[in-house]
């Protein structure tokens, strides 16, 4: 069965400072990879997909930015995090015959001090 | 474009009355549609999804949704709630593009009171 995991839990991390979120897909290949991020109170906003080893897609300007290192490695980084960077992020994976069904990892909850 | 909106963004209903979620779209191609669950502090999980067929979809935790073309509506209904299903619910349209990405709506928080 397949499994996504994302490290860390938590995190804190003053204004300023690097990011660097990790998140890994056990059990299938080649699959679409989604960094979603959750502010307080409101919805789910898209901030990157791939589709392949390399290849990313952003969806809105920010100061973030996302790899894909391996097949089912996804990372989402920042050199210097602003106050407003602040949410819970959410990495997800679409795969196989599924169609657009996507599976959402645990998260982190990402506090900017 | 598509786009999600989630009429209600706070629902309190009593253990074992009935509820309804409401969810309207707007897409310019096939419609797919789903509904996540999201407990406190937690990733989400799949209630249900409407791709083709019938327009009533069952889903896990005795949750159905109906899907209504004319309406452009895909809303949640439970008939008796408990207090375990207290949480946040996305409604979701997906795109047929490559990347088969989901436009989420803001969310409705489900409180079921004692």
């Known amino acids: 069965s397949q499994t996504i995991h994302q490290w860390p839990a938590t995190l804190v991390q003053p204004v300023g400072s690097p990011l660097s979120l990790e998140c890994t897909v056990e059990g299938t290949s080649n699959p679409n990879l989604y960094w979603y991020r959750q502010a307080a109170g409101r919805g789910l906003q898209l901030l990157f997909y791939s589709v392949g080893i390399g290849q990313i897609s952003s969806e809105v300007p920010q100061n973030l930015s996302a790899s894909r290192p391996q097949d089912r490695q996804f990372i989402l980084s920042s050199k210097k995090l602003l106050l407003s960077d602040s949410g819970f992020y959410l990495c997800?994976?679409?795969?196989?015959?599924?169609?657009?069904?996507?599976?959402f990892g645990p998260g982190t909850r990402l506090t900017v001090l | 474009a598509q786009s999600v909106t989630q009429l209600d963004s706070q629902v309190p209903v009593f253990e074992e009355a009935p509820v309804e979620l409401r969810c309207n779209y707007s897409?310019?191609?096939?419609?797919?549609l789903f509904w996540y669950v999201q407990y406190p502090n937690q990733g989400l999980q799949l209630l249900l999804k409407?791709?083709?067929?019938?327009?009533l979809v069952k889903g896990i935790n005795g949750f159905e949704a109906e899907f209504n073309k004319s309406q452009t509506s895909f809303h949640l209904r439970k008939p008796s709630v408990h207090i375990s299903d207290t949480a946040e619910y996305f409604c979701?349209?997906?795109?047929?593009?490559?990347?088969?990405?989901?436009?989420f709506g803001s969310g409705t928080q489900l409180t079921v009171l004692p």
């Open positions: 897409s310019s191609v096939s419609v797919y």
């Open positions: 979701a349209v997906g795109s047929s593009g490559s990347a088969r990405q989901l436009t």
């Open positions: 409407y791709l083709s067929g019938s327009t």
């Open positions: 997800a994976w679409r795969g196989g015959r599924a169609w657009n069904e996507q599976f």
